[in-house]
């Protein structure tokens, strides 16, 4: 429940009072600021308060925009301010300032605005009129001009991401929006519809592992369909502001389930046709997880970097104002629409096998493409790195105790700490091809102790937002080469298990931080051993145990850091500390 008070006197016409209740609030009226005081006061504290000036003249939207965001304790538009519980003690010691100083006149709310001792949220209007004309004219002119645009349009409008990729724009926004408005219309929540997309997915997924061509279809358009209800949740949310905890958790985990479960079903699908892809699908879903990882890392790195200025920047930004650039440049880096849409059309018409070549051929050169620039960028730029970019990194990185132990005990590398990351590598890599049993298990000690060693020192420098990257490829590549080289029917399968109960881990970590929360629990990450001790781990196990049983350890080691991080997870989301972030898509 929320609640408005309209302060002043009362504008014969005025729509103000309707306005306000068709958008949930309880309306009280107040005649001075001292009056708007005690209602304040009286009103209970667990809810969400607005003060508007009695002459206020604006589109519902525009009060909508200002008033009903639940990302931002404090928000104003002209002649409108709000409080959720975290702001309100600001706004009553402003409300106290400006009682005492204006006595029993009628209390101006844009200088109680200016009077907060607190950051206040200001929505982008645009063409939407929010005002407080100071006479008669004033109030016809901007009457007017509320008439003269459509706020309805232009809700709509801003209900879609003002950035997205080339399929979405085109052949899946100019109707998702009014999808979005239906469901509004009825009631359903934005939780509601990205579940419907997962369950769409799932569906998809299943159709894909029945391995007939009738199968393949159904998956391809059912998989497009899971595509519009996910642009649809976000559209949504925007469309009628319902951001919520349980909301950025469910949107940020469900694409990568819908994607990574379609990937199974393909390979499940194939399997039935007598033609084993699990490798293939484990690569996919590799090769997309550390895309994203380049992306965050690189965000992160630069998230509140000072003199950030590059060449290559300036060059990205000039293309940027030629407006066929703007489209092949977001088509190149391969995003979720134009991504679903490859793998919806190659399912329907070829086989799994073709889809996941031409997905990792596609992926592969979007990622060359994307890392190249970032690096040009970084090596290019003259930016100081702060300690919070460097605990994100740090935190990005998800070093467990042994490699904890080694950063603490150790000094801080000569050079780049990216150095003894690469060296930890190249040598767990050259173990892992050399056909001897043991030489793995003595590659992954070695990582482990570089592991830590690049992460004795902060990582400010230019490249070493490329670290957590390369963790992410050497303990995903891993498990990808031992099960490939096991032979036995059933271990693939086990490693796509054991990465997308990992990988689930490493986003978390990623939406924690997007949202100023922090990393998770240090006792988690030390339970399900680290990003080197899982290494170290699973190089043991292969070398120390027949196939058979390497693949039953893959697939108990999959289920309990599932079930942990999971639990964990699900628990931090949907308490109430958990923050109101809103994912406004991936970048890759």
């Known amino acids: 429940m929320s609640t408005a008070i309209v302060t002043g006197q009362p504008v014969p016409g005025s729509s103000l009072e309707s306005d306000l209740r068709a958008l949930g609030f309880e309306v009280l009226t107040a005649s001075d600021a001292t009056d708007t005081g005690n209602l304040l006061a009286a009103v209970p504290a667990d809810r969400r308060v607005a003060v508007v000036d009695a002459r206020f003249v604006g589109h519902p939207h525009a009060l909508r925009l200002g008033l009903t965001d639940p990302r931002f304790p404090l928000a104003a538009i002209p002649g409108a301010v709000t409080a959720q519980p975290a702001g309100r003690q600001a706004l009553s010691r402003a409300l106290t300032r400006e009682a005492a100083a204006g006595g029993s006149t009628d209390l101006a709310v844009d200088g109680l605005v200016t009077a907060l001792d607190a950051d206040v949220h200001r929505p982008e209007l645009g063409s939407l009129v929010a005002a407080v004309p100071a006479d008669p004219q004033a109030r016809n002119e901007a009457r007017q001009a509320v008439a003269a645009v459509d706020d309805e349009a232009v809700r709509l409008k801003s209900a879609v991401k003002s950035r997205d990729g080339f399929f979405t724009t085109f052949f899946i926004s100019p109707y998702s929006r009014y999808v979005a408005r239906w469901c509004a219309r009825r009631g359903l929540t934005p939780n509601q519809v990205t579940t419907a997309s997962l369950l769409t997915a799932l569906i998809a997924a299943g159709c894909a592992a029945t391995g007939t061509r009738i199968g393949f279809v159904a998956a391809g358009a059912l998989l497009i369909c899971s595509f519009v209800l996910d642009c649809t949740d976000g559209q949504l949310a925007r469309y009628s502001l319902q951001y919520s905890t349980l909301g950025a958790w469910l949107d940020a985990t469900f694409d990568r389930a819908k994607e990574y479960a379609y990937y199974a079903g393909l390979a499940l699908g194939a399997a039935r046709g007598g033609d084993d892809v699990w490798a293939l699908a484990l690569g996919a879903m590799i090769l997309q997880t550390c895309r994203h990882v380049v992306d965050f ?142 030489a793995p298990v003595a590659g992954a000690f070695v990582y482990a102790v570089a592991s830590g060693r690049a992460l004795a020192a902060p990582l400010k420098g230019a490249l070493d937002w490329l670290v957590p990257p390369l963790f992410r490829a050497a303990e995903y590549g891993t498990v990808l080469v031992l099960a490939s080289k096991a032979g036995v029917n059933g271990a693939l399968p086990a490693a796509f298990g054991l990465v997308a109960a990992v990988a689930y881990h490493h986003y978390d970590t990623v939406y924690r931080i997007r949202g100023n929360a922090g990393a998770p629990p240090a006792w988690l990450v030390r339970a399900i051993g680290g990003q080197e001790g899982r290494t170290l781990l699973v190089t043991v196990v292969a070398a120390a145990l027949t196939a058979t049983q390497f693949k039953v350890a893959l697939t108990v080691l999959a289920v309990l850091v599932a079930g942990l991080v999971l639990v964990e997870s699900i628990r931090f989301w949907v308490s109430a500390g958990a923050p109101a972030v809103h994912d406004e898509g991936e970048p890759a």
């Open 297 to 438: 890392s690189f965000n992160e790195a630069n998230h509140d970097a000072t003199a950030n200025t590059s060449p290559t920047a300036a060059l990205s930004d000039r293309l940027d104002s030629v407006g066929w650039t703007v489209w092949v440049r977001r088509m190149i880096v391969l995003p979720i629409g134009e991504r679903w849409a490859l793998i919806a059309v190659l399912t329907a018409a070829t086989t799994p096998r073709i889809t996941f070549y031409v997905l990792l051929v596609g992926c592969a050169l979007a990622a060359t493409y994307t890392t190249a620039g970032r690096v040009l960028r970084s090596l290019t730029r003259k930016a100081k790195r702060t300690d919070r970019a460097a605990q994100a990194l740090a935190d990005l990185a998800d070093n467990g105790l042994l490699a904890g132990l080694v950063s603490r005990t150790g000094r801080a590398p000569l050079g780049s700490p990216l150095l003894p990351a690469l060296c930890g590598v190249a040598v767990l890599t050259a173990s892992l091809f050399s056909g001897v049993t043991w």
